[in-house]
């Protein structure tokens, strides 16, 4: 007997063999992800109730379990900064059962500011799409502070400097999205602030009213009433055009301060390596869910802006960017890592 036709006629049959498993696996993977749910997905959040995440997913749950025929549930797993969350969702199976509300911080801060991060934002999660951007951040002063614009903010900012007794700024803590939204400013005005870190951000907002801080950077849901009271005088928002509900309160860019938007988003992530099937589902009932009209209004009556990707691949460069650019100006404030 030939050995060589042996040999040939082995790897033959274990060619057919390796083709007709690969075959059954495929065909094993599309029928899953066409069965996709067949029970319940729940949704990750590290945030406590109340805050962007979760009224976001609360929001758009029940629209998303419709359209996937299964109910979405919402689960907190609240604490430092995400990480608690991302790091669960991280290391879940990847079959699309179990998703995270991820935010500008957890994937795009986090990386920049701790040492040991539990999870790679990138490479150990599926990125679906985002679902909301914040609104607009508000830069706001105590009515009694001599700046009305933020050309006189900036004056003031470099005269106090130079007096020794620079102007102060609070935030709900290192690393948060108050902090980096002054830090970018601080970096583009050239001026120097003291910043004061608090563990919530509402007695920030109470000693800014009391005169005890000079700046806070905060949303369209704090800022209005506090506006339209007196409590507090708005000086720039940061967005590209002026808000309607702020007329008369110039932009950034019109105060000569340019690229310092900060485009606060929440979006969905599933772990690294789900069925691409699964993933395109999931964004195909998210943005079909986003694009009704009940749930537009409520994000409007909220005071966020629906914002989509056009696929998982999209979210994975807007990720990707932010990574890059919260990392430089990090560095440059000289934030120490967690």
């Not at 903010?153 to 803590?173: H, M, N, Y």
């Not at 105060?255 to 069925?275: K, M, R, S, T």
């Not at 998210?286 to 998982?312: C, W, Y």
């Not at 460069?317 to 932010?322: F, G, H, Q, T």
Request: proline content about 8%; some cysteine.
């Amino acid at each position: 007997m030939d050995f060589s036709l042996n040999v040939c006629g082995g790897i033959r049959f274990l060619a057919a063999m390796i083709g007709a498993f690969s075959a059954v696996s495929a065909f094993s993977d599309y029928a899953a992800a066409q069965t996709y749910p067949d029970k319940p997905v729940r949704v990750i959040l590290g945030f406590a109730p109340g805050t962007p995440p979760d009224l976001a997913m609360r929001r758009i749950s029940e629209p998303v379990g419709a359209i996937l025929g299964q109910p979405v549930l919402i689960e907190s797993k609240p604490g430092a900064a995400g990480v608690i969350g991302a790091e669960f969702v991280a290391k879940s199976a990847p079959d699309g059962y179990t998703l995270m509300a991820g935010t500008l911080g957890t994937h795009a801060f986090n990386p920049n500011l701790y040492k040991a991060l539990p999870y790679d934002a990138l490479k150990d999660f599926t990125p679906i799409t985002r679902i909301i951007s914040g609104g607009f951040n508000t830069f706001l002063v105590n009515p009694k502070l001599p700046a009305n614009n933020v050309p006189e903010f900036v004056a003031l900012a470099k005269t106090r400097a130079k007096e020794g007794k620079p102007l102060t700024f609070g935030s709900g803590g290192v690393g948060s999205v108050a902090h980096l939204a002054v830090e970018l400013f601080k970096q583009a005005a050239g001026i120097e602030l003291v910043h004061i870190p608090y563990k919530g951000s509402s007695q920030v907002v109470t000693d800014v009213i009391g005169g005890h801080v000079d700046l806070i950077v905060t949303g369209p849901s704090v800022t209005l009433p506090l506006v339209e009271s007196g409590k507090l005088k708005a000086i720039a928002v940061d967005t590209p055009e002026r808000q309607k509900r702020m007329p008369n309160v110039q932009t950034m860019s019109e105060a000569g301060i340019q690229n310092v938007e900060l485009v606060v988003w929440v979006g969905v992530f599933a772990p690294a390596n789900i069925p691409p099937h699964v993933a395109n589902k999931l964004h195909a009932a998210l943005t079909k869910a986003l694009a009704q009209d009940d749930v537009k209004a409520g994000f409007a009556r909220d005071g966020m802006d629906i914002i989509t990707d056009e696929s998982p691949d999209a979210f994975r460069r807007v990720i990707a960017a932010d990574i890059e650019k919260w990392g430089k100006v990090i560095k440059a404030a000289n934030i120490p890592l967690q």
